[in-house]
C-alpha cells in the first residue's frame, strides 16, 4: 500500500461503507486518480509515433508491395483453408445439420463425477452443462466441469506415445510400447509391479484391475487424493464403527456452524451443498437458514456467513469441548463426559465477540435437531470425533441422510502404503511402476522420497492427457484419451450410476486408459482394437447391473437408454448404524497454545489439486475472494503483515522443519492473526506453456507426518524475503464510485441489503427506503412484443464464479494472460464484485455479479460515433463488431465499466499466438462472433441462444417466450440465483423477479433504467442487532 | 573501368512480381502441389463414436 492516503478514514463513519481494498478504505491516492481515469495508464504505450512509424515512402512501399505479393501468394496457399466440405451420403437421423447434438455423459473432473450434458455441433464438443435429469447435481456444474472441455481442445496433449532415450523423449507406436511393457510385467514374477492411481469411482474399472492382479500376480495398487475426506471417514468409523460419513440434508438445517470448512466453495459434494443450503436462503418461501463459521482463513463459505468467527484450527478442539461443556451444563444436552473446557474463557483467550457466542449457543439450543456443525476435512480426526459427538447430542443425526450413502470404492491408501513402496524400490523389490493418469512425484510429500527412489526403477511407465512431473521420470509416457473420448462408468453414490460416453473420436494417436490395460492383460499388442474397453464395459453391464432390474427391456434397450440418459438409479439397500461407540471420546492436548504461525493448505478454487493448471480460463477466473488471478499466494492478516514487516506484493519464506518455500504475501481482512493459509496446484513444472512457472508450488510444504493433520501445520517459521513478486488482482478494476466519496456504494444503491427480520416485519422496507421516482427528458419507447431481462438474487449469488467461466466458454472469451490483466483488461463479460463493509479485521462481505444491464437509455449508445452500437426492439443493447472502429468512448460513457475492449487480437497475443492453433480453435462456439483487434464487446444477453429460440418458435408458429431461452450464465449457476425472460409476461416465472418487493436496479438514480434487476441480499442477524 | 549500374524499371518491377505471385497462387491450387506444400501434422479430423447415443435419437427412451 502507498503511504500516501489521505488522513480522512472512514473507518470511524457509522454508516456502512463498502470497500473493496485496503487502497480503497483508506483513500490511497494512486487508486483515487485511477479511478478518474477510464484507462490505465500506458494503453497507448506499446505504439510511439516517433519512433515506430516507418520512414518508407509510398512509391517504395509500393514496389515492395509487388514483390511480397509473389511470396504471399505461397505462403497463403493454407490461409483459411479449412479443408473440403463434403456432404453426407447417408445423413444419421438424429444429425441436422446447424443443429446442436447433445450427449449425456460424467465429468470427470474431480471425484464428485457429476452427470452432464455435452453440447455438440458438426461432431465436435462445444459446451458442457449439467445433465438436468441427474439426481445428484440436477443440471449443474462447476467452474471446473464447464472448463474442462479446453482440456480436450489442448494443443499440449501428448499425440503419440513417447520413449525416454538421454532424457529426451521421442515418439514411437502403440506395438513397440505394447510389447515392450507386456514383457516388462510378464516377467515381473518375484518383483513387485506398483500401480499407482487417483481414487477410483467405476465399477468396471476396478473389475478391470482385480482381473489385472490375476494376470499378474504380483501387481499391488496405490490410490491418493492430494485432498481426500480419509481423517472424517476415519473419526465416523470410529464413532460408529463402520461406514462413511454421510450426506447431509442442507435443506433442512436451520442452523450450521461450519469449522473450517468450506462447504459451499471447495468440497467434493459442493453442486448438491449450495443447490440444498440456498434452498433456505428463500425470499419468497420465507425460509432462511443461519450459516456461522469458525475458520482461520476468510473462505468462500465464510464470505456468505451470518455470523463469523475467527479460530485458529489447532483451537477448534477446544472450541468444539467448549460448546459441550457448555451446552451440558445448560441442560441443552445429556453427556456423562465432563471436558472441563471454560467457553467463555476460550472466548476471552482469543479475543472472540461473546455476543456471537451466546448467538450460537442460543441458536444451537432451540435448533436441536434441526442444526448442523460440520467439521472441514482439513482438521484433525479429534476435532471431527468431537463433532460427532456434539452432533448426536444434540439430535442432528436427523439432518444426516439414512437412504443414500456415499460409496468409496478403492478407497485412500494410507500415507504408510507409500512410505512401504519407497522402501521396496531402495531394496530392488519393485520391478515396475505404472501410473494410472496421476502425479506422485508432484502431489506427494518430499519426505517420503518418492521422487528420489524413482529414479532407480528402470521401467516407469506413465499413462497421462499432458506431460507432467511424473512423466519426467517415465521410460515410456502413453497419451489417454480425454473424458469426452471415452467410455466409463461411476458409482459415487448408493443407488445412481453414471455412464461416460465419447461425443467425439480421439482427436490424436490416444488411447482409453481401460483399453491399454485390458491390451497388457490380453498379453497380446494385437489384442487391442478401438472397442475393446466400450465391449468389456457392455459386458460387465449384462452380466452384474443389467440383472438388478426388471428384465422387462432387453439388454440392449436398456443399455441404449441408460447412455441416452447417463444414469441409471435402483434401490439399494443402505446399512446406516448411527449407534454412537462412547469409547471413542479421548482427547489429547485440548488446550493449544502456538505462538509462532499456522500454515493452512487448501485446495484452489478453479485449479483442483493442481490438474486444471494448464487450463487458461481457471487460471484466469478471479479467486472469490481475493479476486488474483495466475498466482497463489499467502494470505495473511493486516496485523500479521504489520508484524512481519510486508507489504501487499512483498516475499515471505515459510519454513517447516527443512522444508521451504518463498511465497508472495497478500493482505486479507478477516484472516486469523499468525495464520498463513496458501493453495496448492500452483509451480507446476513440465505441465504446458500456461501452467508451467504460474504461482508457487506449496506441495514442497507437505510432510508425510503432520503434528496436526496432513494439511494444516503449527509452529511453522515465517519470515520476510527479499524482493517483491506483483499479483494480478482484479478487485480494483472497473471502479464505478466517485472517487473520494464515501460509502457511495450505499448510497447509490450499488449494494443494497436489509436483514431478515426487516423484511419479515415490512416486506416493502426496500421500497420504503430506496424507492426512487425519476422523469426523463426522453419519450419512453414501447416494447409491445418480448422484452428481455435478468435478475440476480443476491440471497442465493454465493459468488462462485461458476457463470463466469460458462460465459467464457458460450461466448469465446478469450484468456489475456497475467500481464495484460496486471493493466485491467481481462475480458470477463461478466464479473463478480467482491465488496467488505466494516472492518479489515472482521468485514462482512458482499458480492454482487456485474454485467451489461442491456439499459433502456444506455449512455453508450448515445456516444458511438459510428452507429456500432443499438438498441433492439426487444430491449436488448447491441453490438455491431464490424462497425466498431474502437474510440472506446461506449466504454467511457458506461457507468456500470461492464464494456471490453480487445486491444490486442488477444488469441494471436496471448503466448505467441496459443490460442490461433488449429486444435484450440475447435472449441470456439460456431454461433457466436470470434472478435479481433480494435474492437468492442460486452454481455449480449446470449443473443444467439435467443435467435435460436425465436427460430424455433417460428418452427412451432407461435411467439417467443421468455422460458424459451436461458443464458449460459443462468444454466451454470448451480443456486439458480439467476433468472431470465420476458419482463411484459405477467405468466412467467420471471415476471414475479422482475417486480419483486426486494428487487432494485444498480445505479438507479441514473435513470438509464437498466434490465437488470438484483434482489437485494437479506443478512439472517438477530434481532437485536437487526 | 565504368560499372554499368542496371536500373530497374519500377513499373516493370512491379508487374513481374505481380504476375509471379498470382501464377504461383494459381500453382498452389492444384491438388497435387497443394498435398506436397500442406502440412500432415496439422491435419485434424472430428469423427463422432457410433456407438454413443446421443439424446436427439428416436427410439431411445428413459429406462
Same mark, same amino acid.
Given at each position: ?106 465429468? %470427470? ?48 496433449? @501428448? ?14 507406436? *502403440? ?5 515392450? =511393457? ?73 442452523? =450450521? ?115 448442523? @456443525? $460440520? ?28 437412504? @443414500? ?56 511407465? %506413465? ?26 462408468? $461411476? ?54 447391473? $443389467? ?112 522444508? +521451504? ?68 488482482? %482484479? ?46 427528458? $426522453? ?8 422484452? *428481455? ?39 470477463? *463479460? ?34 458511438? /460515433? ?59 462456439? /460456431? ?81 438509464? +433504467? ?17 | ?28 491450387? =492444384? ?33
Amino acid at each position: 500500500m502507498s503511504e500516501n492516503f489521505d488522513n480522512k478514514s472512514s473507518i470511524n463513519n457509522p454508516d456502512p461503507n463498502y470497500w473493496r481494498s485496503f487502497k480503497e478504505l483508506y483513500n490511497d491516492r494512486d487508486l483515487l486518480e485511477k479511478k478518474f481515469n477510464e484507462f490505465e495508464n500506458g494503453v497507448t504505450d506499446d505504439f510511439d509515433p516517433n519512433t515506430n512509424l516507418s520512414g518508407l515512402s509510398r512509391r517504395k512501399f509500393l514496389a515492395l508491395l509487388g514483390a511480397s505479393a509473389a511470396f504471399a501468394g505461397v505462403a497463403c496457399s493454407d490461409y483459411r483453408d479449412k479443408g473440403e466440405i463434403v456432404a453426407y451420403n447417408i445423413k444419421p437421423e438424429e444429425v441436422t445439420i446447424g443443429k446442436p447434438n447433445y450427449y449425456a455423459s460424467t465429468c %470427470t473432473g474431480c471425484n464428485s463425477n457429476c452427470g452432464i450434458l455435452i453440447k455438440t455441433r458438426e461432431g465436435r464438443p462445444i459446451k458442457v452443462d449439467g445433465n438436468p435429469e441427474h439426481p445428484i447435481n440436477q443440471g449443474k456444474i462447476c467452474a471446473k466441469g464447464q472448463a474442462n472441455i479446453l482440456n480436450l481442445y489442448n494443443p499440449e496433449r @501428448i499425440k503419440s506415445p513417447l520413449r525416454k532415450n538421454y532424457n529426451i523423449f521421442s515418439e514411437t507406436n *502403440w506395438q513397440y510400447v505394447d510389447d515392450n =511393457i507386456i514383457n516388462v510385467l510378464s516377467n515381473a514374477t518375484d518383483k513387485e509391479i506398483a500401480i499407482i492411481s487417483n481414487k477410483i469411482n467405476s465399477p468396471t474399472t476396478l473389475k478391470l484391475l482385480d482381473e489385472f492382479k490375476t494376470v499378474y500376480p504380483t501387481s499391488k495398487f496405490y490410490f491418493y487424493e492430494l485432498f481426500n475426506d480419509s481423517v472424517r471417514n476415519s473419526a465416523w468409523n470410529k464413532c460408529y464403527g463402520e461406514g462413511t460419513f454421510p450426506l447431509i440434508k442442507w435443506d433442512e438445517a436451520e442452523v =450450521i456452524l461450519a469449522l473450517e470448512s468450506d462447504f459451499l466453495g471447495v468440497d467434493e459434494n459442493r453442486i448438491e451443498n449450495v443447490r440444498l443450503f440456498t434452498q433456505m436462503r428463500d425470499v419468497d418461501a420465507k425460509k432462511f437458514n443461519r450459516l456461522y463459521v469458525a475458520e482461520a482463513g476468510l473462505s468462500l463459505t465464510g464470505m456468505n456467513a451470518d455470523y463469523r468467527l475467527k479460530i485458529r484450527p489447532e483451537n477448534q478442539l477446544e472450541f468444539v469441548l467448549g460448546l459441550l461443556t457448555e451446552l451440558n451444563k445448560k441442560g441443552v444436552i445429556k453427556s456423562s463426559f465432563n471436558f472441563n473446557v471454560n467457553l467463555f474463557e476460550f472466548v476471552k483467550k482469543f479475543n472472540l465477540d461473546e455476543k456471537r457466542i451466546k448467538y450460537l449457543l442460543e441458536d444451537l439450543s432451540e435448533k436441536k435437531g434441526k442444526s448442523i @456443525i $460440520y467439521a472441514g476435512e482439513s482438521l484433525s480426526e479429534e476435532v471431527h470425533i468431537a463433532v460427532n459427538l456434539l452432533n448426536e447430542l444434540l439430535g442432528n443425526t436427523n439432518l444426516y441422510r439414512k437412504d @443414500i450413502r456415499k460409496e468409496n470404492l478403492s478407497g485412500i491408501s494410507d500415507i504408510t502404503e507409500f512410505e512401504g513402496l519407497v522402501e521396496k524400490i531402495k531394496n530392488n523389490k519393485v520391478a515396475a511402476i505404472i501410473h494410472l493418469n496421476c502425479n506422485p512425484v508432484y502431489h506427494l510429500p518430499e519426505d517420503i522420497g518418492y521422487k528420489e527412489a524413482i529414479t532407480k526403477v528402470e521401467d516407469v511407465f %506413465t499413462l497421462s492427457e499432458t506431460m507432467n512431473e511424473t512423466c519426467q521420470f517415465s521410460k515410456y509416457v502413453l497419451p489417454i484419451n480425454h473424458n469426452f473420448e471415452s467410455w466409463g462408468d $461411476y458409482k459415487v453414490r448408493t443407488g445412481t450410476i453414471s455412464l461416460s460416453q465419447p461425443v467425439i473420436m480421439p482427436i490424436y494417436n490416444t488411447r482409453q486408459l481401460e483399453a491399454i490395460l485390458l491390451t497388457w492383460l490380453k498379453k497380446s499388442s494385437q489384442a487391442y482394437s478401438d472397442n475393446i474397453y466400450h465391449d468389456y464395459l457392455k459386458l460387465n453391464w449384462q452380466d452384474n447391473i $443389467y440383472p438388478k432390474f426388471s428384465q422387462s427391456l432387453n439388454f440392449d434397450k436398456f443399455w441404449y437408454s441408460a447412455l441416452h440418459n447417463g444414469f441409471i438409479t435402483f434401490q439399494e439397500d443402505v446399512k446406516s448404524n448411527f449407534a454412537f461407540k462412547n469409547d471413542s471420546i479421548k482427547f489429547d492436548n485440548v488446550s493449544v497454545s502456538n505462538n509462532s504461525f499456522t500454515l493452512l493448505l487448501k485446495e484452489s478454487y478453479s485449479l483442483g489439486d493442481g490438474r486444471f493448471a494448464n487450463n487458461g480460463w481457471l487460471q484466469e477466473l478471479p479467486h472469490p475472494v481475493s479476486k488474483i488471478t495466475w498466482d497463489n499466494y499467502a494470505a495473511v492478516s493486516l496485523n500479521t503483515a504489520k508484524q512481519l514487516g510486508v507489504k501487499e506484493n512483498d516475499l515471505i519464506e515459510v519454513s517447516i522443519e527443512n522444508r +521451504k518455500l518463498r511465497i508472495p504475501v497478500f493482505i486479507q481482512p478477516g484472516n486469523a492473526d499468525n495464520t498463513i493459509v496458501i493453495e496448492l496446484g500452483y509451480g507446476r513444472e513440465n505441465s504446458g506453456v500456461i501452467a508451467t512457472g504460474v504461482g508457487f508450488n506449496a506441495n514442497k510444504l507437505l510432510s508425510k507426518k503432520s503434528n496436526y493433520s496432513p494439511w494444516i501445520y503449527t509452529n511453522v517459521k515465517v519470515v520476510k524475503a527479499p524482493g517483491k513478486y506483483i499479483l494480478a488482482s %482484479t478487485q480494483e478494476h472497473h471502479n464505478f464510485d466517485i472517487p473520494r466519496e464515501q460509502d457511495l456504494h450505499f448510497k447509490r444503491d450499488i449494494v443494497v441489503e436489509g436483514t431478515v427480520t426487516q423484511y419479515l416485519s415490512n416486506p416493502n422496507f426496500l421500497k420504503d427506503e430506496h424507492h426512487k421516482e425519476h422523469e426523463s427528458v $426522453y419519450k419512453p419507447f414501447e416494447y409491445t412484443e418480448v422484452k *428481455w431481462g435478468m435478475s440476480i438474487d443476491l440471497n442465493k449469488c454465493l459468488g462462485c464464479g461458476d457463470c463466469v467461466v460458462a460465459c467464457n466458454v458460450e461466448n469465446n472469451v478469450p484468456v489475456v494472460g497475467k500481464d495484460q490483466v496486471l493493466k485491467s483488461r481481462e475480458m470477463q *463479460w461478466l464479473r463478480i464484485d467482491r465488496y467488505y463493509s466494516g472492518s479489515p479485521d472482521d468485514p462482512k462481505v458482499s458480492t454482487q455479479p456485474m454485467l451489461c444491464q442491456h439499459c433502456d437509455l444506455a449512455p453508450c449508445e448515445n456516444v458511438c /460515433p459510428v452507429v456500432a452500437t443499438t438498441h433492439s426492439p426487444d430491449g436488448l443493447n447491441q453490438m455491431t463488431y464490424n462497425r466498431c472502429v474502437g474510440t472506446r468512448y461506449c466504454s467511457n460513457n458506461c457507468p456500470y465499466k461492464v464494456r471490453r475492449f480487445n486491444f490486442y487480437n488477444f488469441r494471436d497475443h496471448f503466448r505467441n499466438g496459443y490460442q490461433e492453433n488449429p486444435v484450440f480453435a475447435l472449441l470456439n462456439n /460456431p454461433e457466436v462472433t470470434v472478435r479481433s483487434r480494435g474492437v468492442m464487446e460486452k454481455c449480449t444477453f446470449c443473443i444467439q441462444r435467443i435467435s435460436e429460440a425465436r427460430s424455433e418458435a417460428i418452427r412451432e408458429g407461435r411467439k417467443v417466450r421468455g422460458s424459451d431461452v436461458k443464458t449460459a450464465c443462468q444454466e451454470a449457476c448451480p443456486t439458480n440465483a439467476i433468472k431470465f425472460g420476458d419482463i411484459n409476461n405477467p405468466n412467467e416465472e420471471f415476471y414475479h423477479y422482475r417486480n419483486h418487493q426486494l428487487g432494485y436496479y444498480s445505479l438507479a438514480e441514473l435513470n438509464i +433504467k437498466p434490465n437488470v434487476t438484483y434482489i437485494a441480499k437479506l443478512r439472517n442477524i438477530r434481532t437485536e442487532e437487526s | 573501368m565504368e560499372q554499368k549500374k542496371s536500373k530497374i524499371n519500377r513499373l516493370k518491377f512491379l508487374n513481374y512480381s505481380l504476375i509471379t505471385g498470382f501464377s504461383l497462387f494459381i500453382i498452389n491450387k =492444384i491438388p497435387f502441389v497443394r498435398n506436397i506444400s500442406s502440412s500432415q501434422e496439422n491435419k485434424i479430423t472430428i469423427k463422432f463414436n457410433p456407438l454413443s447415443i446421443p439424446r436427439e435419437k428416436s427410439g431411445v427412451k428413459n429406462v
